[in-house]
């Protein structure tokens, strides 16, 4: 068994991990912001925000792209569903349904509520990309940013 003792080759003396580990660094950040309220009635998807938006260029095409991002709805779908997913370009990247989170709203009401959608992509490019959420609704109206609450959208490049 090792005992490590202070000033004596320490774990306090790692700084970095060993050059061989390469994968799983992040070699990037970028984010936005966006605190107006956006409505839509479409009932297909439709940007939800052109300041919600960030472009990242891959390093390499084995990287990674981690998104986060938080925001809030608020709607009176009249008895339907309002979606929201992300994109990437003009790649959907939500579920085989379509969507990565949705809402479901009863007769005559109306709902507010905050909502995260994340995602780990594989874009395979060193091209730029280009990632924001799109929303859209079965009827009535759905907000994003509701009464003109902060959302933010970040993407982390990770070494692949």
Known sequence: MAIIKPN?????AI????AAISTGKVLQVVTATDSTQRTTTSTSFVTASNTLSVDITPSATSSKI??????SFGGNTANGQAEVTL????SNLGT?????????ITSGTSIRTPGTMTVLDSPSSTS???????F???????QLNWNNTKSSI???????
Not at 128 to 134: G, K
Request: net charge negative.
């Open 8 to 12: 004596n080759n320490t774990i306090s």
């Open 15 to 18: 700084t970095a991990l060993p």
């Open 66 to 71: 981690y998104i986060i991002c938080h925001t």
């Open 87 to 90: 994109y990437r370009d003009s």
């Open 96 to 104: 085989a349904q379509g969507f990565m989170s949705n809402i479901l």
């Open 128 to 134: 730029e990309l280009t990632y924001q959420p799109y």
């Open 136 to 142: 859209k609704v079965a009827s009535g109206t759905l």
């Open 154 to 160: 970040t993407a982390f490049e990770i070494a692949g």
